[in-house]
């Protein structure tokens, strides 16, 4: 019998440089099909896959967060600023060590396709389960790549998704009917633009 402050949490990870609609889909998929209480965004000090020179400073890119978020069952976390952590794999050890509780890793597809790139992206794999969101055209090169040709066995059908929490990693869904196109990138890019 689980505890009584023992949840279903989604972590999803990212710069939010800025946040946009896109992070949102995903959550709200994610807290319906993965039967999540939560969603946890991990507003990362920096990443180590961009340049920090495009990159907003953390209050404003938290602040853009907060606002998307909304009154959504979404928790806007600042955890790795305080663990002091700037990779993945550093941050779920920690979070696993530190809260009693079902952890489910998100993702869009775009970040699928580059995961083999991460540190110790296989030690990922093995900490939390993780589900896998479609992005528009990242879908044959994410399903494709390095980690999913990897990891297929342990690839579950997305029926089966909101049994995810129960697996023992590694363990994975995806998760086709997600289109949003939009991009932080492409905010950046537009904001430019107005601006000159």
Do not use: C
Request: proline content about 6%.
């Amino acid at each position: 019998m689980d505890k009584p402050d023992h949840k279903k949490i989604g972590l999803l990870g990212g710069s939010f440089n800025p946040a946009h609609e896109g992070h949102l889909e995903i959550s709200l998929k994610a807290l319906e099909i993965l039967g999540l209480d939560e969603i946890w965004w991990l507003v990362s000090p920096g990443n180590p896959l961009k340049s920090d020179d495009d990159m907003a400073e953390y209050n404003e890119r938290f602040l853009s967060a907060e606002r998307i978020a909304g009154d959504h069952p979404i928790i806007i976390s600042d955890i790795e600023k305080k663990f002091k952590t700037r990779y993945t794999v550093d941050t779920l050890t920690k979070l696993t060590d530190e809260f009693d509780h079902d952890f489910i890793w998100l993702m869009g597809a775009d970040n699928l396709a580059q995961f083999d790139k991460w540190k110790d992206w296989k030690d990922i794999a093995n900490t939390v389960p993780f589900a896998i969101f479609n992005r528009p055209s990242y879908s044959v090169d994410a399903l494709n790549s390095i980690a999913a040709k990897t990891l297929s066995e342990y690839k579950i059908p997305t029926s089966n998704a909101a049994e995810l929490y129960m697996k023992t990693p590694p363990a994975w869904v995806y998760y086709e009917m997600t289109e949003n196109p939009m991009s932080s990138t492409e905010i950046r890019r537009n904001n430019k633009r107005l601006q000159t």
